[in-house]
């Protein structure tokens, strides 16, 4: 069984900073993918970026281009999210998800974390 686990995230300003973290128990995976995904309230859920393990290619959401960047630790297991200039439409619970590369893209991952809470005020 896969486990993620998010951190990070937090009660915010409008133009601020955070950065998103999430660890996971194990990368034997072919072709892994690793995801950020957010639902705002009464929204449906959404995919903000994703990383692929073996070359490290990267992927965004029109709204998080120019201001998120999705990294990775794989000697931690950990993939990172760095949102700046954050907007009150960012609020949302954030989760990160992992499984082959087209179920993370289509939101059909296999393993999902519980979610982080982020909110930006204005």
């Known amino acids: 069984e896969v486990e993620l686990v998010e951190s990070g995230g937090g009660l915010v300003q409008v133009g601020g900073s955070l950065r998103l973290s999430c660890t996971v128990s194990?990368?034997?995976?072919?072709?892994?993918?690793i995801g950020w995904f957010r639902q705002a309230p009464g929204k449906e859920r959404e995919g903000v970026s994703c990383?692929?393990?073996?070359?490290?290619?990267?992927y965004y959401a029109d709204s998080a281009k120019g201001r998120f960047t999705i990294s990775r630790d794989n000697a931690k297991n950990t993939v990172y999210l760095q949102m700046n200039n954050l907007k009150p439409e960012d609020t949302a619970v954030y989760y990160c998800?992992?499984?082959?590369?087209?179920?993370?893209?289509?939101?059909?991952?296999?393993?999902w974390g519980q979610g982080t809470q982020v909110t930006v005020s204005s």
């Open positions: 998800a992992t499984g082959p590369l087209g179920t993370v893209v289509a939101g059909l991952a296999d393993y």
């Open positions: 990383i692929r393990s073996s070359d490290g290619s990267t």
């Open positions: 194990t990368f034997n995976f072919d072709d892994l993918a």
